[in-house]
């Protein structure tokens, strides 16, 4: 059970946002925009991003595995409320499908729920504020939110889907732009507290009630350092780490992934994202691959 549970941990951040800074009205969103940065208000940041994580490896066992994949894919959707400029509230949601027993990576659009190999749905939802801390630093900001899930079992017939517990998630957002605006660097920690009933499993070790996770801490720290070949434009590098904490339920977790991407800003209001990260290291968890792509609407 806690196999195909630890392979459903996936790390993906997408980085855009909205900047007030009267200075940089001359650069691109993609050059300003990050989550670093509030909405002034009436602004709208909606965000679409699409995370497909596969492997045939684990920490579990040596040699290679039958392939299972998870495809998560998320709305975001944020506006400024405040005259000051310094609140943001939001909407996030989450659908997802997932297969395993080797079947094709491809299988998670197929939506067929077959099974013993596949199950999808929407899983969570969330409401969020984002606010900036500390006024003399304004590209500092947090993103509180409360993930409240929408599923009726985390695992059933041996597939597991999301988890069945509550999250409550803060992300700290740093960024800093080098002189001469080609290189920037983005920061981010993503503390999530998960809560909920305690685990209880039937006699085929499917979940009946309650979250693997519930009464653990996963602490995500990332770095990206980004270079802009033009102001449309961007090439980054990425390394995060995850890393949960045991407080109560048994179960401790850790992985490493780098990876890269790209952004363009197609037009003014809309910009495309990719990016790839390879899981390169972990205890309890899967060894493999995620393919992002992500459009946002800044406007």
Do not use: C
Request: no cysteine.
């Amino acid at each position: 059970m806690k196999k195909i549970i630890a392979l459903l941990a996936l790390v993906t951040i997408g980085y855009s946002g909205f900047s007030q800074e009267d200075g940089e009205s001359s650069k691109s969103n993609i050059q300003t925009y990050t989550p670093s940065k509030l909405l002034n208000k009436g602004q709208w940041d909606i965000k679409w991003f699409n995370n497909l994580y596969t492997q045939t490896k684990s920490t579990f066992s040596k040699g290679k595995e039958p392939r299972q994949t998870f495809f998560t894919s998320t709305i975001d959707v944020f506006t400024g409320v405040s005259d000051s400029n310094n609140l943001n509230v939001g909407l996030l949601l989450e659908f997802r499908s997932n297969v395993i027993g080797g079947r094709d990576a491809f299988d998670v659009f197929s939506f067929d729920g077959e099974s013993g190999t596949a199950r999808s749905g929407f899983t969570s939802f969330a409401p969020a504020i984002k606010f900036n801390p500390i006024k003399s630093i304004s590209n500092f900001t947090i993103q509180s939110a409360i993930h409240i899930p929408l599923v009726n079992q985390e695992s059933d017939g041996g597939v597991f889907l999301d988890q069945k517990g509550f999250i409550f998630q803060n992300r700290f957002f740093y960024d800093y732009t080098f002189p001469g605006d080609k290189f920037q660097v983005f920061t981010e920690l993503n503390a999530e507290y998960n809560f909920g009933k305690e685990a209880e499993f039937d006699s085929n070790f499917d979940t009946v009630e309650g979250s693997f996770a519930n009464d653990s801490l996963n602490l995500t720290p990332g770095i990206f350092l980004s270079y802009f070949p033009s102001q449309k434009s961007t090439i980054l590098v990425l390394a995060q780490h995850s890393q949960r904490i045991d407080t109560g339920n048994d179960f401790e977790q850790d992985f490493t992934a780098l990876g890269g991407g790209a952004k363009y800003q197609i037009t003014d209001v809309l910009n495309i994202e990719a990016l790839y990260t390879n899981f390169v290291r972990g205890n309890n968890t899967g060894l493999g691959q995620t393919f992002n792509i992500g459009l946002r609407a800044l406007f």
